[in-house]
């Protein structure tokens, strides 16, 4: 994948011989390699697929999927508007397409961030290395441990 970095922000994400934004839902215009969609008239997307894995009620799903559209893209700005560029032009049938803001990818990947790890339930891990997890989450001067659950 070549990632190209645009001025305004936005991350040109050009797969081989195309570039690939996104949308809510496509219009009868837009080219449908180019943009994908998380709603559609027919069939599923990927998008709708993951809330009935997760065991979501079928008939909220598009609600939740319109939510979740509104927070990354007005809410949270994480999803910016952007014009998909060929070499020489903007493309055709790609109008109002989004895609991940490139300045906030570059705040989040300058940012120490720690990795959570899984570990198995508390009764099923033997005391001494139990308590030691204990007390390291506890001290307030390491931060090797952030998150602990019984």
């Known amino acids: 994948m070549k990632v190209s970095w645009k001025s305004n922000g936005v991350i040109s994400h050009c797969c081989k011989a195309f570039c690939v934004g996104l949308k809510l839902q496509r219009e009868s215009t837009d080219h449908n390699q180019r943009v994908k969609q998380w709603l559609t008239e027919r069939g599923e997307t990927i998008a709708l697929q993951a809330p009935k894995k997760w065991g979501m009620a079928t008939e909220i799903i598009p609600d939740f999927i319109r939510d979740l ?9 994480l999803l910016a508007n952007t014009k998909l560029r060929g070499k020489r032009s903007i ?29 198995e ?15 390291l989450f506890k001290n307030e001067h390491r931060e090797e441990v952030n998150t602990l659950i019984g």
């Open 69 to 77: 559209w509104q927070l990354l893209t007005e809410d949270l700005n």
């Open 91 to 119: 493309l055709r049938g790609c109008n109002d397409v989004y895609q991940l803001d490139g300045d906030f990818l570059l705040m989040v990947l300058d940012q120490q961030f720690s990795m959570l790890r899984s570990r």
């Open 121 to 135: 339930h508390s009764a099923q891990v033997p005391a001494k290395d139990r308590e030691k997890v204990e007390n």
